[in-house]
């Protein structure tokens, strides 16, 4: 019944670290703001453009991203990261209303965009 000792253990040895890997690379999006963009995965927000920014806590998330989500919004989700930013996008030619985005540190976002802070580069890689 199967292989006896170490041949039996050797491809479930090799085969978790690279599935692991995977989904961590997999889920990994970076939000940035630098050189004069707000980047959240391939997506690019010109700074002249971000409106207001808020944070929505934890216990928001299930109505911001739900019946208070606008069906033209851009969303990057991930369920594991506590808070999202939702940031107004000002740009008349745009119809995308706004941008929902979890992020680790909303906080260090949100005092890098113009007029709230410093004008540091913020990156987040989660």
Known sequence: MGYPGLRSWLGYAVAVPLLVGALVALGRTRVQVVDGELRVGKAALPLRHVGRADV???R???AALGPELDPSAFVLHRGWVGRLVR????????P???????????DGLISALPGRGSDTAVQDRG
Not at 96 to 106: H, L
């Open 87 to 94: 940031v107004e996008v000002t740009d008349p030619a745009d």
């Open 56 to 58: 929505v806590e934890r």
């Open 96 to 106: 995308t209303p706004y941008w929902v985005f979890s992020v680790r540190d909303p």
């Open 60 to 62: 928001g998330k299930q």
